[in-house]
């Protein structure tokens, strides 16, 4: 869940100006299980399955990939499930599928690998290998979990800081944030190509990310301070100013809800991801919220906390 400095993190921003987004892992998980399989051959479940003999011929190109990557053949079994769908909602499912794929193959083939390299591999597997127009905050954020400020260098170096604060601030933001799925999907390479190229062509653009990575250091030094009651407005200010990166981030149907969770007591919010859809977040007190959910009667609202910790194996035999 970032809340602010979305789109920071791609290189036509970052490697010309550094990049900065705040944002906190959540607990919703995609889980994945690799074991040995009887014979030489290669079976991945997924929303479809696939039964191959080389790793060439693996369709999931996530998958195809990573196992190519970490010079792994034959003879293993892939089975992966997600507590929310896989692509375009916003939460950053291919990013944390990418993380967990890396971390249970480096399980199975008895190695280590310490999140700030999970971080990196995925964003290599991702953008270098499979071509992905995508940022780097999602990967990290799965790697290290917890609620953090994560830089990202123009040297493409990425640091990764907790927030450090009472308990109390935590669980009030978490308290005070409400969720709801719009149903709708969308391609974020699509959006984010599009974010990538007015970045590069654009220096009006290029102001609009530098004020939006100047709130993101100015949260976090709040929020360092347990001071909470700029959260809601901060997130409203880039949220607006988000809006105007490309056309596509948003549409009439979701500035009406906007507008009128806002009017039904919301502070500021977003849509989670690279826009147009997905996950929509709010901030607002917390006896405000019924008023908002009869005000978007229209969307499901999902139950979402803050999770403390990153990829993580459950498992090893």
């Not at 010309?16 to 299980?33: F, H, N, P, Q």
């Not at 051959?41 to 998958?63: D, P």
């Not at 493409?156 to 601030?169: N, Q, R």
């Amino acid at each position: 869940m970032s809340f602010t400095g979305g789109g920071s993190d791609l290189p036509a921003f970052y490697q010309r100006y550094g990049g900065a987004v705040l944002s906190s892992a959540i607990d919703k998980y995609v889980y994945v299980t690799v074991n040995p399989k009887f014979d030489n051959g290669i079976r991945i479940a997924y929303s479809s399955n696939e039964e191959v003999n080389n790793v060439s011929e693996i369709k999931h190109h996530l998958v195809r990939a990573a196992m190519e990557y970490l010079n792994i053949g034959g003879g293993v079994e892939i089975t992966t499930i997600a507590d929310i769908p896989s692509r375009g909602t916003g939460l950053g499912s291919s990013s944390s599928f990418t993380v967990g794929l890396l971390h249970a193959l480096n399980a199975f083939k008895s190695s280590y690998i310490s999140a700030e390299r999970l971080g990196l591999d995925a964003c290599h597997i991702e953008i270098d290998l499979c071509g992905e127009p995508i940022g780097k905050q999602d990967q990290y954020a799965a790697a290290y979990g917890g609620f953090n400020l994560i830089e990202f260098q123009p040297d493409d170096s990425v640091i990764v800081t907790p927030l450090i604060c009472a308990k109390d601030t935590i669980n009030f933001i978490q308290r005070n944030t409400i969720v709801f799925y719009t149903g709708i999907t969308r391609s974020a390479s699509a959006l984010l190509k599009n974010q990538s190229d007015a970045m590069i062509e654009d220096t009006a653009k290029q102001r609009i990310m530098q004020q939006m990575v100047g709130l993101t250091y100015t949260l976090f030094d709040e929020l360092q301070k347990n001071n909470t009651q700029v959260f809601g407005e901060i997130l409203h200010e880039n949220w607006m100013l988000k809006r105007e990166m490309t056309a596509g981030i948003s549409n009439s149907e979701i500035d009406s809800w906007y507008d009128r969770a806002r009017a039904a007591g919301a502070i500021g919010g977003k849509i989670l991801g690279a826009g147009a859809g997905g996950f929509l977040m709010l901030f607002a007190p917390e006896h405000c919220h019924s008023s908002i959910v009869n005000a978007l009667v229209e969307l499901r609202k999902i139950p979402m906390s803050f999770e403390p910790l990153g990829s993580r194996i459950i498992f090893y035999h």
